[in-house]
């Protein structure tokens, strides 16, 4: 789940399908003042941030047949599956978030960028993402071609991104990963992220401007003698909060 391990992790609250979390909206001030003049005075203000609570459900229906002259392994990898469609579900409702609140690129990129390019990217999301939040762009998410994308970029026929050599500073990708290097940012190569070059295929974040909460897996399941069926189904909860606007930066093609 490359969007939510791009960002920071908490516990869901027991209870609930809303929660809401404390913000501060306005900061006390300390400033240069005379001899004799009154202190700086800006009292503290906060207020409260209302996360929705998700629901990611999704079952399997099967004969008594199936279950009971197949091998146990069957059972096991089902829900092995099950579970994994269950993250992607999860991880694609993360990724919808960032990319709708990320701050849009001035600078259009209509195809996949170049080096140059690319670093520019870099440096135009992390001071809109410091002077946004004061805090710094640790992480960048890319989608599938913008990550081949990355590894195709060269200087003269050497790879700037797959290193092979320790003078090869810009970063580093591996082909057999889908973590790495970008400039100074940690990758997170998503193929539930958007594809191509479209909006949202590159995204720079802060990762404590956004929070994943989640709690357990939950498993149910029904037996009918009306049709001999089995029905098995998985869900769990989710939550994931909006803490900093401007916490990230995306592509604007």
């Known amino acids: 789940r490359p969007s939510i391990e791009a960002i920071s992790r908490g516990a869901l609250p027991d209870a609930g ?10 900061v006390p001030t300390v400033a240069q003042t005379n001899e004799g003049s009154g202190f700086s005075d800006t009292n503290m203000e ?10 990611f459900a999704g079952q399997q ?13 069957f059972y096991d990898e089902l829900l092995r599956n099950m579970v994994a469609a269950m993250a992607k579900a999860q991880n694609a409702y993360v990724s919808s978030i960032l990319v709708a609140n990320a701050t849009i690129d001035a600078t259009t990129l209509a195809a996949a960028p170049t080096a ?3 670093l520019s990217f870099v440096s135009r999301g992390a001071a809109s993402v410091y002077s946004n939040t004061t805090g710094f762009a640790r992480n960048i998410i890319m989608g599938s071609t913008q990550w081949a994308n990355a590894m195709a970029l060269n200087d003269n026929g050497r790879p700037i991104y797959v290193a092979s050599q320790p003078q090869n500073a ?4 591996r082909p057999d990963s889908l973590r790495g290097n970008i400039a100074g940012l940690d990758l997170y190569a998503d193929f539930g992220a958007p594809q191509g070059t479209d909006d949202g295929s590159m995204i720079i974040v802060n990762p404590t401007a956004y929070t994943w909460y989640e709690g357990n897996n939950y498993q149910l399941r029904a037996e009918s003698t009306a049709d001999g069926s089995i029905n098995v189904g998985v869900y769990s909860f989710g939550a994931c909060a909006i803490k900093l606007a ?8």
Do not use: D, Q, Y
Not at 170 to 173: R, S
């Open 116 to 118: 140059a390019e690319l």
């Open 17 to 26: 399908m809303t929660f809401e979390i404390p913000k501060i909206t306005v």
């Open 170 to 173: 810009g970063g580093e990708i």
């Open 46 to 55: 906060s207020s409260f941030i209302s996360v929705p609570v998700k629901k």
């Open 61 to 73: 229906n099967f004969t008594v047949e199936l279950l009971t002259r197949t091998s146990p392994l």
């Open 246 to 253: 401007g916490g990230a930066f995306r592509n604007n093609k």
